[in-house]
C-alpha cells in the first residue's frame, strides 16, 4: 500500500480496476487513471488479460497488475477475487468486465463501481443477452458511471440505484515533431506521397460501417489525385473487407493494429469516423486534438463531442460521405477552419485531471459510506 496519505486523512484506498481487451478508448482510460489515483497516494491493481496489460503497461503507470484467463468465464472471476480481497472499491469497465466482477463480488460488501464506455446494437437472441448483461451489471452497481448521457439513461433504464455522467478523458497528445520529415517519411512508406491520405481507425467488426466506406471509396477512384484511405485496426470483417478491396479495385489499404495512432494521423489530410454509434470516440478525440479535419457520423455522443468542429453525415449513406470527403478535399480553408475549430473543441473536453478528480469523489462516497 502507498505509504503517501490520501486525502480527508485516512488510509489510501485500494482501488480495483477490472479491464477487457481494452478496446472502445477503455484501455487508455484506465492507463490514464491508474496513473492519476497511484499520483494522489492510492494502491491501484489492474486485472485485465496479458496481452491488454503488455498493450498499456498499467505497471509503468505504479499500479500493480493480475493478469485474467480471458477464457473461460470461471477463471477470470477466480482472478478478480483473489485480486480484490481487501480491497475498498472495485472498478469495472465495459460491460462483460462489469458482470465478471460482480460474480466475483458475491458475498463480499466491497461496492462496484461500473464504467459504460460503450454499447452494441444487436438484435434477436444476442440482443435479449445483452440486456440481460446490462441489467445485471447495472443492479449489481453501487455507482455506474456513463461516458455519455445516452448511456446514464440506459442504465437507469436497466434497474441501476446511481448512474451519472463521468467526464472522460483521453491522454494528452505527444508534441508533434516541427519539422515535416517525419510526416513525409510515413506518408512515403504508406504510399501517399502525392496524393490526398485519409485515415479510419478501429475495430473491424460490424456496426463500425466499413462496409459504407468502402461504398465511397468506389466514388474518390474519379476524383483527381485520387485519396488512399487508411484502415488501421484488426477484427473479424477483415477477409471481407480485403476481398472487396481487391475485387473492387478499391485505393483503400489494410494497415492492421498500429501502435502509432496519433502520428499516423498526424500525417492524415483528413480522419473518417463512420460508425453506426459511439460514445466518446477515441479516434474523434484524437483527430481534433491533433488538428486533423474530421468527417463522422451524426450518431451516439459524437454530435455533442465535436460540436461544429466536424464535418457530420448520417450514418449508412455513402453518398453523403463521399460527398462530405470530396468537399474537404477540394476546399483548403475550410479544412484550415476545422482544424481551427476542433483544437478549440478539444480545449473545452475534460482533462485527465477532471477525470480522476471525479472517480476518486465517488471512491471517497463509496468509502465513507455515502
Known sequence: MSSTPAPHGRPPLHAVQVLGSGGAGSGAHVRSLAAGLVARGLQVTVCAPQQTGEGYAFTSAGAAFAPLWARPDALAVAGIRAASAGADVVHAHGLRSAVLAA??????????????????????????????????????????????SELVDRARLRGARDARLAPVAVPAPRQAPDDDEPRDKTRAELGAVARPLLVTVGRLETGRGLGVLLDAARVWRELDPEPLLIVAGEGPERPLLQRRIEEENLPVRLVGRRDDVPELLATADLAILPSRWEARSLLAQEALHAGVPLVATAVGGVPDLVGDAAELVPYGDSAALAGAVARLLADPA?????????????????????????????????????
Open 103 to 148: 460474480l466475483a463480488l458475491r458475498g463480499r460488501t466491497t461496492p462496484l463501481v461500473v464504467t459504460w464506455h460503450t454499447t452494441c446494437h444487436v438484435e434477436g437472441a444476442r440482443g435479449r443477452f445483452l440486456r440481460l448483461m446490462e441489467r445485471r451489471a447495472a443492479r449489481a452497481a453501487a455507482v455506474v458511471l456513463g461516458v455519455t
Open 334 to 370: 475550410r479544412r484550415a477552419e476545422l482544424t481551427t475549430a476542433g483544437r478549440a473543441q478539444a480545449a473545452t473536453w475534460p482533462t485527465e485531471d477532471d477525470t480522476v478528480a471525479h472517480v476518486l469523489s465517488v471512491y471517497d462516497e463509496l468509502a465513507a459510506g455515502g
